[in-house]
Every structure is written in structure tokens, then in C-alpha cells.
């Protein structure tokens, strides 16, 4: 009897989907909803903060006094109510100081053979550079040769006035970076010690960037010290919200610290426009903001050495203080979990529906 060999029939392959399968949709729309996201906020904060900055009050002065300065002053005024607030000082030594107190952006002061332009690009380059288009012109009709006097001039080194902006950008950048990083790395650990990896962390990124803003660029002019310490603890504020959201956001903390210290933070500081510049949306953060105090401060302490900045220290402080309540309710919130899903330790009612409700 002959045995005939049967060849197996091999599987039938499945053959490629034109359409891919549901699977596909539902993984790509959860992976780039955090992309699309940082593309929307990024552009809707930063067109928004900078694509049209307009004055709104912007103080200004006329140097004299008389009826004629008076009259001149109140002129101004009616011609732009909104966009600027004109006052007159007696003299050009009283407005060179309110410049160098930053109670003034620009003054102007017109003589028999010429007229002055008071600015301090110090405060903000971009703001001495609107009043000069603003008071250009009136000098052009009065037929008088223009002088620019700059009282408080940024540093040679620091031409456009913004080294202090963008080493605060570099702050910020490090600081929520560094704050994604340890929270995936201290979630286990205990509070104490969560707050003390923040602080080594948050001192090490200050100390990079004031070597690289002080010794290397020649920006901070002096006070390396004290700005060291103080962009420690603009870092710190930021590295401990971080740590302290990721139990409650997860993944989604990342966009949540994008939104916070770039697009609201970086567009509300004052570093590209000033307050009275921006659109009102970014000037109200501007009053409270960390980055905003933070730069006022280091401002005060290259630029106009003896200016008070404690408000701006107290803002600082407040922001690192909720970054320590967020880190102790993200480790009771971490707590309460692990406790309902351990089975051998009784949970209450309570904590149960804590966990169930977050």
C-alpha cells in the first residue's frame, strides 16, 4: 500500500487594510492631543502677547513749568486719553530721577535752540524706543534739533537690554524640564526628601545660567550673588509645582507646566514689552506672575542698584510655597491610592471615594 505525503497548507495571511484599523485612530488621537495642544497655546500666547503691543498709559513728562507746560502736557493728554498719562516736572535733574526710580518711561524738555528726549533703556528698551516716535514728531513741528539722553544705559555687552529676559527663559526651561524628570524619579520617596532633591536641583540650574548670563556674557553686571539666589528660588517655585501636579496630571503635566511658565509666563514678564505695552490679558498677569517678579527684581539689582524689590521677593516666595502645598497634597492624594489598592490594608469609606473622585 503506497502512502502519498500530504503537504501542509499554510496559514492564510491577512492582507494589509487599505483603512487602518480603530485601534490606530483611537492611540494617534491619544499621543497627539498633547502636540496639538502646545502648537494651539503657543501660537494663540505668543501672537496674542506680542503680534500688535499698543500703549496704555504709558507715564510720560514735560520739563517746565508755567501755564505753556501745563497747556502742552494737557494737549497730549486729550490727544491719546488712553495710551498715555502726562504730568510735568520742573526740571530735567527731577525727571532724570523718576527715570532712574522707573516711575517714568520718557520725558521731554524743549529749550530755544534744541529739544531733549529723556529715556532709560535700562527699563525697557522697547518702551524708550515708542516714546521716541512720540515725541519725534512734535519736535519735527517745533522746527528743533532732537537730543536723545538715555539716563540708565543697558551695558555694552547686553546691546538690546533683554540678556536678563532670555536668562530667565533658560530658567524657566530648566526649571520645568528638571521638574518633569524628578517627579518621575522621587514618586516613591519621601516628602522631606522630595523638597530637598527640588532645592539641589533648583540651585544647580540657577548657578548654570548666572555663570552663563554672568561670567561668560558679562550680563548681570554685578550682584551675581544675590541674582543667583533669588533665580534659585523663581526654579525652585517652579521645579516644586511640577512635582507637586504630576500624582494629579500624570502625563498631562508636561502641557500644564508649557502653559503655565512659557506661554503665559514668558509672554507676561515685561521681558519684550512692558506693562503698559501689552495687551491687557498679559499686563494682569504681569501683577502677579513669577516670572514678571522675578525679572523686576533682577532688574533692580543690575540696572538701578538700591531700588527696593521686596514685593517682587514676596511674589516669589508665595509661588515656591504652593509649589510645597501641591507636593504635600500630591503625597496624600499618592497615599490614598496605594492604600485602596493594597489589599491588606483596610481603606475607609472616605479614602475610597477620595481616590475614586480624583
Same mark, same amino acid.
Given at each position: 500500500?503506497?502512502?502519498?505525503?500530504?503537504?501542509?497548507?499554510?496559514?492564510?495571511?491577512?492582507?494589509?487594510?487599505?483603512?487602518?484599523?480603530?485601534?490606530?485612530?483611537?492611540?494617534?488621537?491619544?499621543?497627539?492631543?498633547?502636540?496639538?495642544?502646545?502648537?494651539?497655546?503657543?501660537?494663540?500666547?505668543?501672537?496674542?502677547?506680542?503680534?500688535?503691543? #499698543?500703549?496704555?498709559?504709558?507715564? &510720560? /513728562?514735560?520739563? @517746565?513749568?508755567?501755564? %505753556?507746560?501745563? +497747556? =502742552?502736557?494737557?494737549?497730549?493728554?486729550?490727544?491719546?486719553?488712553?495710551?498715555?498719562?502726562?504730568?510735568?516736572?520742573?526740571?530735567?535733574?527731577?525727571?532724570?530721577?523718576?527715570?532712574?526710580?522707573?516711575?517714568?518711561?520718557?520725558?521731554?524738555?524743549?529749550?530755544?535752540?534744541?529739544?531733549?528726549?529723556?529715556?532709560?533703556?535700562?527699563?525697557?528698551?522697547?518702551?524708550?524706543?515708542?516714546?521716541?516716535?512720540?515725541?519725534?514728531?512734535?519736535?519735527?513741528?517745533?522746527?528743533?534739533?532732537?537730543?536723545?539722553?538715555?539716563?540708565?544705559?543697558?551695558?555694552?555687552?547686553?546691546?538690546?537690554?533683554?540678556?536678563?529676559?532670555?536668562?530667565?527663559?533658560?530658567?524657566?526651561?530648566?526649571?520645568?524640564?528638571?521638574?518633569?524628570?524628578?517627579?518621575?524619579?522621587?514618586?516613591?520617596?519621601?516628602?522631606?526628601?522630595?523638597?530637598?532633591?527640588? #532645592?539641589?536641583?533648583?540651585?544647580? &540650574? /540657577?548657578?548654570? @545660567?548666572?555663570?552663563? %548670563?554672568?561670567? +561668560? =556674557?558679562?550680563?548681570?553686571?554685578?550682584?551675581?550673588?544675590?541674582?543667583?539666589?533669588?533665580?534659585?528660588?523663581?526654579?525652585?517655585?517652579?521645579?516644586?509645582?511640577?512635582?507637586?501636579?504630576?500624582?494629579?496630571?500624570?502625563?498631562?503635566?508636561?502641557?500644564?507646566?508649557?502653559?503655565?511658565?512659557?506661554?503665559?509666563?514668558?509672554?507676561?514678564?515685561?521681558?519684550?514689552?512692558?506693562?503698559?505695552?501689552?495687551?491687557?490679558?498679559?499686563?494682569?498677569?504681569?501683577?502677579?506672575?513669577?516670572?514678571?517678579?522675578?525679572?523686576?527684581?533682577?532688574?533692580?539689582?543690575?540696572?538701578?542698584?538700591?531700588?527696593?524689590?521686596?514685593?517682587?521677593?514676596?511674589?516669589?516666595?508665595?509661588?515656591?510655597?504652593?509649589?510645597?502645598?501641591?507636593?504635600?497634597?500630591?503625597?496624600?492624594?499618592?497615599?490614598?491610592?496605594?492604600?485602596?489598592?493594597?489589599?491588606?490594608?483596610?481603606?475607609?469609606?472616605?479614602?475610597?471615594?477620595?481616590?475614586?473622585? %480624583?
Amino acid at each position: 500500500m503506497s502512502t502519498h505525503r500530504i503537504a501542509p497548507v499554510p496559514p492564510a495571511l491577512d492582507r494589509p487594510r487599505f483603512w487602518p484599523a480603530l485601534g490606530f485612530w483611537k492611540s494617534l488621537g491619544s499621543h497627539i492631543l498633547i502636540p496639538l495642544f502646545l502648537a494651539a497655546g503657543m501660537a494663540l500666547a505668543y501672537l496674542g502677547a506680542f503680534h500688535a503691543p #499698543a500703549p496704555h498709559d504709558i507715564p &510720560v /513728562a514735560i520739563v @517746565g513749568e508755567g501755564p %505753556a507746560a501745563q +497747556v =502742552f502736557a494737557q494737549t497730549l493728554n486729550d490727544k491719546a486719553p488712553s495710551e498715555l498719562d502726562v504730568t510735568t516736572v520742573k526740571t530735567a535733574a527731577a525727571a532724570k530721577q523718576l527715570l532712574s526710580d522707573q516711575k517714568l518711561a520718557a520725558a521731554y524738555e524743549v529749550q530755544p535752540t534744541h529739544a531733549t528726549i529723556y529715556v532709560s533703556t535700562a527699563s525697557s528698551e522697547t518702551e524708550s524706543s515708542a516714546a521716541e516716535k512720540l515725541f519725534l514728531p512734535i519736535a519735527y513741528q517745533q522746527h528743533l534739533p532732537v537730543t536723545i539722553d538715555d539716563v540708565r544705559p543697558v551695558p555694552a555687552d547686553d546691546g538690546t537690554g533683554q540678556g536678563l529676559f532670555f536668562l530667565m527663559v533658560a530658567l524657566s526651561v530648566g526649571g520645568y524640564s528638571s521638574a518633569i524628570a524628578l517627579a518621575a524619579v522621587t514618586a516613591r520617596l519621601a516628602v522631606g526628601w522630595r523638597i530637598a532633591v527640588s #532645592a539641589v536641583t533648583a540651585l544647580v &540650574v /540657577a548657578g548654570i @545660567g548666572s555663570v552663563v %548670563a554672568g561670567p +561668560v =556674557f558679562h550680563v548681570l553686571n554685578g550682584n551675581e550673588w544675590s541674582i543667583w539666589l533669588l533665580a534659585s528660588l523663581y526654579t525652585f517655585g517652579i521645579i516644586t509645582i511640577g512635582v507637586g501636579l504630576h500624582p494629579f496630571l500624570g502625563r498631562w503635566t508636561t502641557p500644564a507646566l508649557t502653559l503655565l511658565f512659557v506661554m503665559l509666563n514668558v509672554t507676561s514678564c515685561g521681558g519684550i514689552f512692558p506693562q503698559d505695552l501689552q495687551p491687557a490679558f498679559f499686563a494682569g498677569l504681569n501683577t502677579f506672575w513669577n516670572g514678571a517678579a522675578w525679572l523686576d527684581a533682577v532688574r533692580a539689582l543690575t540696572y538701578f542698584p538700591g531700588q527696593e524689590f521686596g514685593f517682587d521677593g514676596l511674589r516669589l516666595a508665595l509661588w515656591a510655597t504652593a509649589g510645597l502645598g501641591l507636593i504635600g497634597l500630591g503625597h496624600l492624594l499618592t497615599v490614598r491610592r496605594r492604600r485602596a489598592a493594597d489589599d491588606t490594608v483596610a481603606a475607609t469609606a472616605a479614602e475610597e471615594a477620595a481616590v475614586v473622585a %480624583a
